[in-house]
T-cell receptor
């Protein structure tokens, strides 16, 4: 059982380059999330998707775009990478919190370590 | 805005000790609270999930309690082992489906 799978695991970009971080979950979850983790700042929400076809900004959305391609996949795009986007990026999913949804536990991928030089 | 704090920031104990990690949150209107562990260079592993209507959850040597009215949760680890060494994070989920994380407690269990 794969859970939440992120690709790539490591990436080095030059300033101004673009890239897309991929995330897929096989737990039939409605909600998916992108976080970044920085030393001394903890985990901060970039974007989330409560269900297929919807996305919303989190705490730190500037410089990022997202696409909820289908129920399984949620991608994060950096259009023009900056050194300030050097971070570890985590994708997560959960079952959502609508009435009747029993499983609201969140599961995380293994992370993408991105360095922008 | 919800804020989550964790005390202590770091903890070092000898093997076999029972220990308590603390998590506090400012807004009691939460949907649930989840405890995670994170090993260096790795992702987050879910340990325990407590729904807002629950008071505690147990899994093996771990017990988590929730006092929503006072904005507190504790993670109790019994008979600690070197393999328990990791960073422990708590996260509260609001009714908007967002998780807010604490900064974590870095635990070292010495053999």
């Amino acid at each position: 059982n794969a859970g939440v799978t992120q690709t790539p695991k490591f990436q080095v970009l030059k300033t101004g380059q673009s890239m897309t971080l991929q995330c897929a979950q096989d737990m039939n979850h409605n909600s998916m999330y992108w976080y970044r983790q920085d030393p001394g700042m903890g985990l901060r929400l970039i974007y989330y998707s409560a269900s297929e076809g919807t996305t919303d900004k989190g705490e730190v959305p500037n410089g990022y775009n997202v696409s909820r391609l289908n129920k399984r996949e949620f991608s994060l795009r950096l259009e023009s990478a900056a050194p300030s986007q050097t971070s570890v990026y985590f994708c997560a999913s959960s079952g959502g919190n609508r009435a009747g949804v029993r499983n609201t536990e969140a599961f995380f991928g293994q992370g993408t370590r991105l360095t922008v030089v | 805005k919800q804020e989550v704090t964790q005390i202590p920031a770091a903890l070092s104990v000898p093997e076999g000790e029972n220990l308590v990690l603390n998590c506090s949150f400012t807004d009691s209107a939460i949907y649930n609270l989840q405890w995670f562990r994170q090993d260096p260079g790795k992702g987050l592993t879910s340990l325990l999930l407590i729904q807002s209507s629950q008071r505690e959850q147990t899994s093996g040597r771990l017990n988590a309690s929730l006092d929503k009215s006072s904005g507190r949760s504790t993670l109790y680890i019994a008979a600690s082992q070197p393999g328990d060494s990791a960073t422990y994070l708590c996260a509260v989920r609001d009714y908007g489906q967002n998780f807010v994380f604490g900064p974590g407690t870095r635990l070292s269990v010495l053999p």
